[in-house]
Structure formats: structure tokens, C-alpha cells
């Protein structure tokens, strides 16, 4: 249905910046709701933040609220993650999902996912 890929993983410093990208392929981006996600060791895969089909809806879990902006660019079928202030506990592999349709913030209904991309952020 849909190919994703998420290049834009990397370390970081403690309060500093960095911006994931996850490029579909595969089907029309605008049919589908973009998500990230993100699995510390030995955590579970938590939501990150959602972002409708056009882009007017937005959700941030708690913990990035304020830092973390989702965007999306259908033109060029990529979805963003403009992380700032990042901390130790950002700590992740970061995977980019797709579900097919509304907008939604539950995490088992998005059915596509990317590899992942790790996200290191050092003290």
C-alpha cells in the first residue's frame, strides 16, 4: 500500500535540534494519516505525534508537547518531525506510520510502518 522511509535519525545533544523526515512511496500521501512513533529499550512503542490527511489536525503526547512539531508537505509526499529541546529521554528509534484514512491517535490502527530511525540524545 504504502513504502515508508525515515533518513533523518541521528544524535544530538541534550537541548539541542533535529528534524526526521519520513518520504512514502507506493500510494497518493494524501489518502493517508501520518504518525510518529518512538521505542526506548525496553519500553513500549509509544505515540509521538499524529497528523490528519491534510494536515489541520495535529496530537502531541504529553511529554514533547511544546517541543515537537509534526508537519506534513503532500507535494512531496513527506511527513516532518521538528524536535527542539531535546532530552536523554527522547531517546528512541523513531518510526514513521501511515493508516489509511482519518485522522486517528490509535497507535493499532496504523498499519504501515517505516524501519525506524534511531535518535540519540546525549547529556
Known amino acids: 500500500q504504502v513504502q515508508l522511509a525515515e533518513p533523518g535519525g541521528g544524535l544530538v545533544q541534550a537541548g539541542g535540534s533535529l528534524t526526521l523526515s519520513c518520504a512514502a512511496s507506493?500510494?497518493?500521501?494524501?489518502?493517508?494519516?501520518m504518525g510518529w512513533f518512538r521505542q526506548a529499550p525496553g519500553k513500549e512503542c509509544e505515540i509521538v505525534a499524529t497528523i490528519s490527511r491534510a494536515g489541520g489536525t495535529t496530537f502531541y503526547t504529553d511529554p514533547v508537547k511544546g517541543r515537537f512539531t509534526i508537519s506534513r508537505d503532500n507535494a512531496k509526499n513527506t511527513v516532518y518531525l521538528h524536535m527542539n529541546t531535546l532530552q536523554p529521554e527522547d531517546t528512541a528509534v523513531y518510526y514513521c506510520?501511515?493508516?489509511?484514512?482519518?485522522?486517528?491517535?490509535?497507535?493499532?490502527?496504523?498499519?504501515?510502518w517505516g524501519q525506524g530511525t534511531q535518535v540519540t540524545v546525549s547529556s
Open positions: 507506493g500510494h497518493t500521501f494524501s489518502l493517508y494519516t
Open positions: 506510520a501511515a493508516k489509511l484514512g482519518p485522522w486517528t491517535t490509535t497507535l493499532s490502527a496504523y498499519g504501515y
